[in-house]
């Protein structure tokens, strides 16, 4: 390995010394060649130990860590070969296109410089050079380009070839705990000195040094109940489905970089039920450098997918499952730390980006749906389990310190009283036949959701009374409605869904699918259209309603008023703040044969719907593996209505407020 490291390092110095007689090819090959001898050169400084954090100044770390990401922040992306825009106005429409994509490829080198895995980080600089010798040489021999379609196939099988190492690398990340990177750095780092942040590799930001310094300060208590709420919000959710966790040895910790204090303390707690952590590199998020390039690249695979590279990558995830298969057996899922509070992000939308031809858009569904069948295989959904608790960062503004008290108050709300008002409603909404949902103001919802038929009421619920165990905070009441008779239309008038603002949000039901969608951030119908099919449907030519819900956190929607900080709340706690509807897999996915009970004894028999059942007949059609939850906030909710069958109306809303008796608490913090 350090032969080939050697070699590819010589010829990338040699190439960065020659000149390329096209000048735009010239400068790419420039900028990117000198960002992969920048990184060649920290690898060597971290593989001799020269690299150490302890001994370099804040400025000197600051500015290596700025100059890995120099190119890619907003103000010189725009002159930059990873801007698809700039890369096709200065190469032309496919080669810019291909080497913007290539260009992405060789930053995957920088958490491979800091976890030294030399073979991962070694295929990037001779991928680089591979193709470059494909330019140079046909300019020499041919005094021309070399063909568009020569250098898409180097780059094909580059993806094609390594994608065995890359995905029993990322397997390897999720399930087995040892000698991890992360861990490492929770675990046995000064905290007390900010100078570890630079250990990772991801761009710090203020962000970072500003909650990693406020943590600092906390006292012990503060970050032993943060800590506490997340770890035992997993425990109960084993504990809530009558899972076994004692079967499983690793959880799957997913965070922000600057968490460590508190993640150190939930380690202790979960090292305490038995389990080591796993920790993957792509689960640890630093600052967003910049959320339009991840925009721009969101389809680049569309370069490639085929039916070969599809078979090529289910192949090989079946493969590294398979060699993983005790791991995998013994993961009890994810336990995420969410963060928000930064810049709300609006893309704009490049013709010049890929864009997936519709062959490729159902290979690439094809290939999720065989993704999710795999990993249910080896890590089996009805043994496994999650949480998700969040906080806010520093960017979400002033008075941050006061927010973030507000969000841990929020965090670790009554858990029995919210449990008995929340059954207070299930017990109405079990006497209907379906649930009648309509805006108001500007919002035009208007809904009707169809429910089960319970055969015995004494027994059996449609509702799950959802407290703070997997999904933190405490709040709301949910089901998996029937498709059929399920219809009307979904309306918001602002909303994030994954970072991603939708302004005038609008589904049409038929049935439960989604019969149309559209929304007013661009100019273009058909841009609005593609923005939410590719990021809402996946893709998806339609989806199912898979969950309707009430949220009961009236504390955190009023914080939310109170800072003005609603449109900046993850969709975990905006979901709390009013009714939502999840487009996509039930929240049983996968897991639907497993009974589930709620507090009171009662079986929540919603677990499926016309399409989950398909799994007895093919698989295949049953699941869409996702789930977005779309939420009606208070103020844009006019009623909802659970209507029995013999035609009785049960108020649960009325103008944004309870009207249920039993549920006068709610709306106290209203008053306040």
Known sequence: MMERFELAKERLDECLKEQFPIEAFDRYFKEAGSFLQKMCEQYLEIASGEFDVSKCSMEELEAKNRSFYENVLPKQYETSFLNPAYAVKELGEEFGRLLSFLFTEFRKTIPFA?????????IRPELFLEVYSAFVYEMEEN????????????????????????????????????????VDIIMNSDLSDLRYLYRYGVYISDNEMRIAAFLNAQSEDKIKLMAHTYV????????????????????GIYYHVGFERMLREAIKEFRGLGLEPTIYRALVEGAPFNRQYAFDHRDDMGLFWDKHLLHRYVDVLKNAYEELKEAAGGYAGPAVVEVFGETPFAPASKPECVSMSEEAQKIFVEYRSQNGEITNQYIKGEERSFTIIA???????????????????????????????????IDALDEAEYV?????????????????????????????????????????????????????????????????????????????????????????????????????????????MGEFAIGTNTTAYVVAQKYEIGHKLPILIAEKMGPHFAVGDTCYSHQEDVKMFNPDGKEV??????????????????YFNCHTDITIPYDELGSIVAVCEDGRRISIIEQGRFVLPGCEMLNKPFEE
């Open 114 to 122: 800091y976890e030294q895995k030399a073979e991962l980080f070694m």
């Open 143 to 182: 005094g021309k380009l070399p063909s568009y379609e020569t250098i898409r196939q180097s780059v094909y099988w580059f993806v094609s070839d390594y994608s065995d190492i890359e995905t029993l690398d990322r397997i390897t990340g999720q399930v087995c705990p040892e000698n991890n990177f992360y």
């Open 232 to 251: 035992e919000g997993y425990r109960k959710g084993f504990e809530m489905a009558g899972k076994d966790l004692s079967k499983k040895k690793t959880v």
């Open 391 to 425: 906080f806010p960062l520093p960017e979400i503004g002033e008075p941050f310190e006061e927010i973030f008290d507000e969000i841990i108050r929020i965090n670790t709300l009554d858990y029995e009283l919210y449990k008995g008002i929340q059954q207070t409603i």
């Open 436 to 544: 009648e949902i309509k805006g108001m103001g500007v919002n035009e919802t208007d809904l009707r959701i169809h429910l089960h038929k319970l055969q015995d009421k004494a027994k059996e619920t449609n509702f799950e009374n959802c407290v703070a165990d997997v999904n933190i905070p405490v709040g709301e009441v949910f089901t998996s409605p029937v498709l059929k008779g399920t219809n009307g239309v979904l309306h918001v008038s602002k909303v994030f869904l994954n970072e991603l603002e939708y302004r005038n949000l609008r589904m049409e039901f038929k049935d439960g699918m989604i019969v149309g969608y559209g929304c007013t951030n661009f100019e273009s119908q058909a841009d609005n259209e593609k923005y939410i099919k590719d990021n809402v449907l996946f893709r998806h030519d339609t989806l199912p």
């Open 605 to 622: 028999i919603a677990r499926d719907n016309e399409v989950s059942l398909l799994r007895r007949t093919d698989r295949s059609k049953a």
